[in-house]
């Protein structure tokens, strides 16, 4: 039967077959496969080898059975994640299409270079990326517009929700009907009671925000797949305060997942610019001019390291690390 993975819980999956769930583990030679292709590749392993979104075919000793066998896993058309503090590789959500960035207009900060760092992985996910600003009745509407204004004309749908005044709810159901979202954010900015406006009855559980650092208590400890009722799916995913670049590879590069970067890239002096110190960077120039922003050019070189001093997609220290840890295991 081929159905997909809803819910992910120490190593149990609960795979929905049409109106009917199974809970399944996954058949050992399939972990084998992986740790033989690892072996061949010397690629940081993944935490799970099934993440939710997965599309799978399982079985059933007995067809009346609600448990059951993961036996292949389908191939993923996108998945988003990110690198842990370990340097292992975690996939969050798989087969999106669209990643709905959530940030509090107020408490918690609004913090526009981890808005950066999403929006990045999304581009890199190939996963179409919503901004949504919420509890916006904390804040004067048009001072939040004002600091959005550059990622709209990059292009990027901006939607700003307030559960208080229903602000933008309508909206926000609209862009996510029929579709298969995840809905991302730092703890404390309101995406549960978001989800749980969006359709009633979801009964996620609230948190409430710690006053003294502004900072959101983590109500969701688990990555799970709602039907929604007006279509689609969303998955409601725990509280992330650090994201890294799990789809930024080396030889694709950071700058191209910047869209106001791209124009100016191929008329770079150098095919491999790193836009930080080489002579005749485009990049730079277009920077000086006022035609890519200022903050945005920070924004990457931070993302890429180069602000302090390192590249964190090519460190050699941090790849000897790495190997040194899967040496010991």
């Known amino acids: 039967m081929e159905g997909i993975v809803i819910k992910a819980r120490g190593g149990a999956y609960e795979v929905q077959v049409g109106n009917r ?155 996510m009907r029929d579709r298969i979202s995840a809905i991302v954010g730092s703890s404390g900015v309101g995406k549960s009671s978001l989800l749980n406006a969006l359709q009633p009855g979801l009964r996620l559980r609230v948190g409430e925000v710690d006053e003294r650092i502004h900072k959101g208590r983590h109500t969701t400890t688990e990555v799970m797949l709602l039907p929604l009722e007006f279509g689609g799916f969303v998955a409601d995913t725990p509280g992330i305060r650090t994201l890294g670049l799990l789809e930024v590879d080396d030889e694709q590069g950071l700058d191209i997942h910047f869209p106001e970067m791209r124009p100016y890239i191929p008329e770079c002096k150098f095919a491999a610019c790193t836009h930080q110190h080489e002579p005749a960077c485009a990049v730079k120039m277009a920077v000086e001019t006022g035609n890519i922003n200022p903050l945005r050019y920070e924004s990457y070189l931070r993302i890429s390291g180069f602000k302090e001093g390192r590249y964190e997609r090519n460190s050699d220290k941090r790849r000897a690390d790495r190997n040194t840890r899967r040496r010991k295991r």
Request: proline letters at 3%; charged letters at 30%.
């Open 21 to 175: 769930c199974y809970i399944c583990t996954v058949r050992h030679h399939l972990i084998e496969e992986e740790k033989r292709r690892l072996d061949e590749t010397k690629e940081m392993p993944y935490v799970d080898l099934i993440a939710v979104g997965d599309r799978v075919r399982i079985s059933t000793q007995v067809p009346a059975e609600a448990n059951g066998y993961i036996e292949e896993r389908l191939p993923r058309e996108t998945q988003f994640g990110r690198i842990r503090m370990d340097g292992w590789r975690q996939v969050i959500v798989t087969n999106l299409e669209m990643l709905l960035i959530i940030f509090a207009a107020r408490h918690p900060t609004l913090k526009l270079r981890m808005l950066d760092r999403f929006l990045v992985t999304a581009e890199a996910s190939d996963v179409e990326p919503v901004i949504c600003i919420n509890k916006i009745d904390l804040a004067k509407l048009e001072n939040v517009q004002r600091e959005l204004k550059l990622y709209e004309e990059l292009g990027y749908k901006v939607v700003y929700t307030s559960i208080v005044t229903g602000l933008g709810v309508a909206e926000l159901r609209e862009t």
